[in-house]
């Protein structure tokens, strides 16, 4: 048992999962308190901060952190340091942009967004977004360079103390909305400052970004960033259009919130692994490896169909129970919204692969296309679910038009299926059936590895 323990602590895809698993466990415990600690339109708040803050975050960081992951995999001493370097400078610049325009926003339609369950972001995301600069950049080495172990700790610091302030706040204080989003803020910061400390964000290396891998990570980072922008697209949007409407509100946008993220659940393996085959698909594809890349896609895409399968059997015959305890009963009438999304995530780890392939395979365009056409089937579904059924079916409950939203999700991820096997396979020819004979393959070689 011990020997399986140290190879676990060594095995890249463990301590992936352990820290993506982490930090939805501590988001998952953090829902549970914040529902019992807010009213519904005060949690609804919460939940558009922060969707806003995952949008612009996406813009953000999508500029830079794919090229990074994917050119630091193979980098040397002196592009490495040029390629960090050109992360930090973009990635401040455009930190400073934003920052501007979110607050001068804010400056001219104070009154408006003051009116709206936006304000907290237009408010507080600006200070936001300086402060956990150091960090993201951190988080994004760390994964360049495959060193999940210390991700996982900046998981449970970060993550972990968040967790802390909203118990002993809940058992307590009892402080609002504003208080619990500043609280986040210093949170942010003090792990921030401790990735400058270590020296894992790398701000050492600004003043050696030149012209040439600026252009090269920006060239890059154009189709990432909106593949990045059109992926939180796809869930942002349905509580963007859900707050837009005066029959659902931020009451609606809550109720919608506790499936959403349940299914986050089910997304933990998946972001492991996905964090875990980006470097490795990048390499074989930057050594002219095809046939390296095909084995990497069908393996990671098959593991993660098994795994999400399992999961998903316990999550749709328990979800009454899951729900009831995530929000309360309160919000028990959103357990058929969950069931909904479950049936989306029998289909996510394939539409997620063929993207993360493309972008490997350098063919981020592709993968924007692709990431484009899902985004615009999801906001049409959306506002067809939200305004147009309402204005035909006024008698319908609040459940039933949310019924319609989840379902949207569905669609648009067998868009996402079309149109990535479709560009996937101008590039490097695959066959579906293989996907579940590599992920079967890859328990039976997990399982003879960690015998005991």
């Not at 969707?51 to 040397?76: D, H, N, P, Q, W």
């Not at 402060?131 to 610091?157: C, E, G, H, V, Y």
């Not at 299914?263 to 490795?280: D, N, Q």
């Not at 692969?353 to 579904?381: C, E, R, W």
């Amino acid at each position: 048992m011990i020997n399986l323990i140290k190879r676990l602590a060594k095995e890249n895809n463990f301590l992936s999962l352990a820290s993506n698993g982490l930090v939805a466990a501590f988001g998952v415990l953090g829902i549970i308190i914040l529902t019992r600690s807010l009213s519904k339109d005060s949690f609804g708040e919460w939940i558009l901060f922060l969707t806003g803050t995952s949008f612009i975050e996406m813009f953000r960081f999508g500029i830079t952190k794919i090229a990074i992951i994917r050119f630091l995999s193979g980098a040397k001493d002196i592009e490495r340091k040029k390629l960090i370097g050109s992360n930090w400078l973009i990635g401040l610049i455009a930190t400073l942009i934003i920052v501007i325009i979110v607050w001068g926003l804010e400056l001219f339609f104070a009154e408006k967004i003051d009116k709206s369950g936006f304000s907290l972001f237009f408010i507080w995301y600006p200070i936001l977004s300086i402060i956990n600069l150091p960090f993201n950049n951190a988080l994004t080495i760390l994964q360049a360079d495959q060193k999940f172990d210390r991700m996982l700790f900046l998981s449970i610091f970060n993550t972990g103390g968040f967790i802390i302030f909203l118990t002993i706040n809940y058992f307590f204080f009892r402080y609002g909305i504003t208080t619990i989003v500043i609280a986040n803020l210093l949170i942010n910061l003090i792990t921030s400052v401790i990735c400058m400390i270590k020296k894992w964000d790398g701000i050492s290396c600004i003043f050696h970004a030149n012209k040439t891998t600026n252009k090269l990570i920006l060239n890059f980072g154009k189709f990432t960033t909106g593949t990045l922008i059109g992926s939180n697209l796809l869930k942002s949007s349905d509580h963007i259009i859900i707050g837009l409407s005066p029959f659902l509100g931020t009451a609606g946008v809550a109720l919608f919130a506790i499936p959403l993220k349940l299914i986050e659940l089910i997304e933990v393996p998946l972001r492991s692994f996905v964090a875990t085959a980006f470097p490795k698909i990048s390499k074989a594809s930057l050594d002219n490896d095809n046939e390296e890349v095909k084995s990497l896609f069908y393996t990671y895409s098959g593991a993660v169909t098994f795994l999400i399968f399992g999961i998903i059997v316990v999550c749709f015959i328990f979800a009454e129970q899951l729900v009831s305890i995530l929000g309360g009963k309160e919000y028990l009438e959103a357990a058929n919204i969950f069931r909904v999304f479950l049936i989306y995530g029998l289909l996510i780890s394939v539409d997620k692969f063929t993207g993360v392939t493309l972008d490997s395979i350098n063919k981020p365009k592709q993968n924007f296309y692709k990431v484009v056409f899902m985004a615009l089937a999801n906001i049409i579904g959306d506002l067809i679910a939200v305004f147009v059924l309402h204005a035909i079916f006024p008698q319908w409950e609040v459940t039933t038009i949310l019924l319609f939203v989840a379902s949207v999700t569905i669609l648009t991820t067998l868009v996402g299926l079309f149109f990535g096997f479709r560009f996937l396979n101008k590039e490097i020819p695959i066959k579906i059936k293989y996907i579940f004979i590599y992920g079967w393959n890859f328990y039976r070689g997990l399982l003879k590895n960690f015998k005991l």
